[in-house]
C-alpha cells in the first residue's frame, strides 16, 4: 500500500524508538492472518495512548493511519516501545518515521553497539515472541503480558540510557527472570542490524532435459532462514538424492529436492512453492512532536517508541513470510 509521505521543513528526530516495523507478507503463513501495513522513511503515523502494565512497563499502539475517531481507534497495526527513559513521552497525535540515524536524542543509542543490542532484545522478547515462546527460552512458566513488556522495556533501557544493570520496579519475580535472559543472551550477541530482519527464499531449478520415470532435479533452495516450507502443485513426492522420501515442512538453506516421478510415463509440469517465515521487522524510529501537528524537532522532542510488530488480534505476534516458485516441465 503507496502512503502519502508528510513533507517537514526540516529534518525529522526526536523521540525515538521504533525497531521493528512489519513488512507486508508475500504469502500468507498460518502465523499471517493478513498483511501488515508498509511504512518507509518519511511517512507518517499516529501514535495512540500509552498502554501502561507496570510501574516500569509500557507500550504504545501504533497506527498506520490516523483514525477516525481517536477516542475509539480499534485495534493497532502496531506496537512499540520506549527508548528514551527520562524524557517525557508524547502521544495521541501524528508523528514521523525514520531510520536509525533520525534519532535526535543524547543517550547511548546513537553507538551501533547500543542499536545492535537494542536490536537483538527487540527482535527475541514480546511480541516478536509469543508469551509462550519467550517464557520457554527465559524458563519461566505461563509469563503474562505485562511481565513480558515490563522485562524487555528495562532491558531496552539499560542499553539506551545506562551502561550498568539498575534495580528496576520490576513487579514481580518473573519479569526480573526474563530480564537476565534477554540481557545476558543479548550481551553474549554480536548485536543485530536492521537487515538482520528480512527474510529471503529462492528455488533454482535444474539444467538439462528432465524425464518422467525418474527422479526429477535437483531443486536447490535458498534462503536465510533456519526451515523452509515446500509445495508442489499437482501433488508430487519430494525425496533426496536417493529417492528417500523428505518433510517438506522443514527444508533447510542449500537443501537439494527431487520429485519423485519414478512411476510417471507421461510428459507434465509442476511448480514448487517455497514459503520462509521470518521477522515482520526492519529498524526504524518514530519522532513524536511536543505540539500535535508541529515537525519534531531536537530541542522539543525527544521520546516515544521502540519496537513495532504488527498487531494481531492484539497481543498477537506477527511473522512475515516470503515465497518463490519454480515450475519446471517433464517429458
Given at each position: 500500500m503507496k502512503r502519502q509521505k508528510k513533507s517537514f521543513p526540516a529534518r525529522a528526530g526526536g523521540a525515538l524508538v521504533a525497531a521493528l516495523l512489519g513488512a507486508a507478507a508475500l504469502v500468507s503463513p498460518a502465523t499471517a492472518a493478513f498483511a501488515a501495513p508498509t511504512l518507509e522513511d518519511g511517512d507518517t503515523v499516529y501514535v495512540g495512548p500509552v498502554d501502561w502494565v507496570s510501574g516500569s512497563g509500557f507500550t504504545f499502539p501504533i497506527y498506520a493511519e490516523t483514525p477516525a475517531d481517536p477516542g475509539n481507534p480499534g485495534e493497532p497495526d502496531f506496537w512499540a516501545y520506549c527508548i528514551e527513559h527520562s524524557e517525557s513521552y508524547q502521544h495521541s497525535r501524528e508523528a514521523l518515521i525514520g531510520g536509525l540515524d533520525s534519532f535526535l536524542g543524547d543517550n547511548h543509542f546513537p553507538n551501533p553497539e547500543v542499536q545492535g543490542k537494542v536490536l537483538w532484545?527487540?527482535?527475541?522478547?514480546?511480541?516478536?515472541?509469543?508469551?509462550?515462546?519467550?517464557?520457554?527460552?527465559?524458563?519461566?512458566?505461563?509469563?503474562?503480558?505485562?511481565?513480558?513488556?515490563?522485562?524487555?522495556?528495562?532491558?531496552?533501557?539499560?542499553?539506551?540510557?545506562?551502561?550498568?544493570?539498575?534495580?528496576?520496579?520490576?513487579?514481580?519475580?518473573?519479569a526480573e527472570t526474563v530480564y537476565w535472559h534477554l540481557v545476558n543472551s543479548a550481551n553474549a550477541s554480536s548485536?543485530?542490524?536492521?537487515?538482520?530482519?528480512?527474510?529471503?527464499?529462492?528455488?533454482?531449478?535444474?539444467?538439462?532435459?528432465?524425464?518422467?520415470?525418474?527422479?526429477?532435479?535437483?531443486?536447490?533452495?535458498?534462503?536465510?532462514?533456519?526451515?523452509?516450507?515446500?509445495?508442489?502443485d499437482p501433488a508430487i513426492s519430494l525425496t533426496d538424492a536417493d529417492g528417500v522420501p523428505i518433510d517438506p515442512a522443514t527444508v533447510v538453506d542449500g537443501q537439494e529436492i527431487y520429485l519423485d516421478l519414478t512411476g510417471e510415463t507421461a510428459a507434465g509440469s509442476a511448480t514448487l512453492t517455497a514459503s520462509a517465515t521470518g521477522s515482520s521487522s526492519t529498524g526504524k524510529v518514530i519522532s513524536v512532536p511536543t505540539t500535535p501537528g508541529a515537525r519534531p524537532r531536537s530541542t522539543t522532542t525527544r521520546r516515544l517508541s521502540s519496537s513495532w510488530h504488527r498487531a494481531q488480534r492484539r497481543r498477537m505476534p506477527q511473522r512475515t513470510s516470503a515465497g518463490a516458485r519454480c515450475s519446471r516441465r517433464f517429458r
Open positions: 532484545v527487540l527482535a527475541h522478547s514480546y511480541p516478536a515472541l509469543s508469551l509462550e515462546a519467550l517464557g520457554a527460552a527465559a524458563g519461566v512458566s505461563d509469563l503474562s503480558r505485562e511481565d513480558a513488556i515490563t522485562a524487555t522495556q528495562t532491558a531496552i533501557w539499560r542499553y539506551t540510557d545506562l551502561t550498568w544493570d539498575a534495580s528496576w520496579d520490576w513487579g514481580s519475580e518473573d548485536g543485530l542490524s536492521p537487515a538482520d530482519f528480512e527474510t529471503s527464499v529462492s528455488i533454482t531449478a535444474p539444467g538439462g532435459v528432465q524425464s518422467a520415470g525418474s527422479l526429477v532435479g535437483p531443486f536447490v533452495v535458498t534462503t536465510n532462514q533456519p526451515t523452509v516450507s515446500v509445495s508442489v
